[in-house]
């Protein structure tokens, strides 16, 4: 699928968050160069793209040609430099603020003049981000969700300050890739999804931890009671119960509100390896992981 008004898109980490990124953006015709520090993690990165779209193709979801099209508008580099011409670009690097401000640091050398930055964040404030460069107008958080290549929503995170103009840029960019947009006018920790989970899961989490229900009961009560397609505890084990707890402190530390602190057995489970399906066990077994 060819795109008139296609852009030059840089993903800087080749993750699962941003090898998905970088693959609904070269889907939806925008050329994307594709950057990690290995070159190991870009060949992982791009060999979880390809198979992506196999699985595609398989389903009838996209044509072999198209999916060869798109593997093609695919560039994979570990220089920085790389993303000089890019218009958009996307962070998806560790979620700890130090290292997202050096690599902001790093683009607001590199980057083009009008460039939008994006972080793909899920809890750090924009505006701390954005100070670390000299051009915070341009800087928005653009927080896709896992698995991007089949989930609808993007949070748009506008930081103090944010411009209109970044703001709309990004907002086209994320429907351009077939993505659902809400708007977090305020930058609070956590915006509006990470919040609002974070609060579920240490919640059902001090549940579990004080036995006033199993895992399997709270979980039935939030997918019957509320509606929930997945529980909380069963959402955390798919998460990770490391980012979750992460995500949780982060909160905690912003606002000291209690209803992000998160309880012991959570720290207790990250200690045991414990992260969820991910390491074959989390509040549930995951037997053959």
Known sequence: MSNASSQQIAVIGAGLMGAGIAQVSAQAGHPVVLRDVTEEALQRGLAGIRASYEKFVSKGRLTAEDAEAALGRITTTTDLGAVAEADIVVEAVFEQLDVKEGVFRELDKIAKDGAVLASNTSAI????IAAATGRPESVVGVHFFSPVPLMKLVELVRGYKTSDETLATARAFAEGVGKDVVVVNRDVAGFVTTRLITALVVEAAKLYESGVAT???IDTACRLG???PMGPLETAD???VDILLHAARNIYAETQD???AAPE???RMVTAGDLGRK????FYPYPGK
């Not at 404030?125 to 701390?128: G, L």
């Not at 390491?279 to 989390?282: A, D, K, N, Y």
Request: aromatic residues 8%; charged residues 25%; glycine residues 18%.
């Open 265 to 267: 057995i959570m720290a």
């Open 279 to 282: 390491s074959g066990r989390g």
């Open 238 to 240: 798919l998460t990770g």
């Open 258 to 260: 209690e209803k992000f």
């Open 215 to 217: 895992a399997e009961d």
């Open 226 to 228: 509320f509606g929930h």
């Open 125 to 128: 404030p924009i505006t701390r």
